[in-house]
Nanobody
Framework: QVQLVESGGGLVQPGDSLRLSCAIS????????MGWFRQAPGKEREIVAA????????YYKDSVKGRFTISKDNAKNTIYLQMNSLKPEDTAVYYC?????????????????WGQGTQVTVSS
């Protein structure tokens, strides 16, 4: 059984920062790539950032480039999403996801395991 547990969400003002964490436990694959997705009310789930097993290849959605940073600590089986200069349009439930292998995918259908989500609300 694989579990992904997100933490770090909350209510912040525009321009503030948050760091999301995703801890992975259980019988995870020997190598795995990870992604952060988000889903706002009435909208489809979308990818925010993704990272390869080695950490050498990273993807960011255009609207978060320069503001968000994804990173991973394989020794701790944990990934992070540092979110700076938050905007109201970043408000959503954020999910981490894992897929077997070394390379990430953009489409959520290729991910095998998902966390329960953490709410991020950006409002003045």
């Amino acid at each position: 059984q694989v579990q992904l547990v997100e933490s770090g969400g909350g209510l912040v003002q525009p321009g503030d920062s948050l760091r999301l964490s995703c801890a992975i436990s259980g019988h995870i694959f020997s190598t795995y790539a990870m992604g952060w997705f988000r889903q706002a009310p009435g909208k489809e789930r979308e990818i925010v950032a993704a990272i390869s097993w080695s950490g050498g290849t990273i993807y960011y959605k255009d609207s978060v480039k320069g503001r968000f940073t994804i990173s991973k600590d394989n020794a701790k089986n944990t990934i992070y999403l540092q979110m700076n200069s938050l905007k109201p349009e970043d408000t959503a439930v954020y999910y981490c996801a894992a897929r077997s292998g070394t390379d990430y995918e953009i489409d959520s259908i290729w991910y095998d395991y998902w966390g329960q989500g953490t709410q991020v609300t950006v409002s003045s």
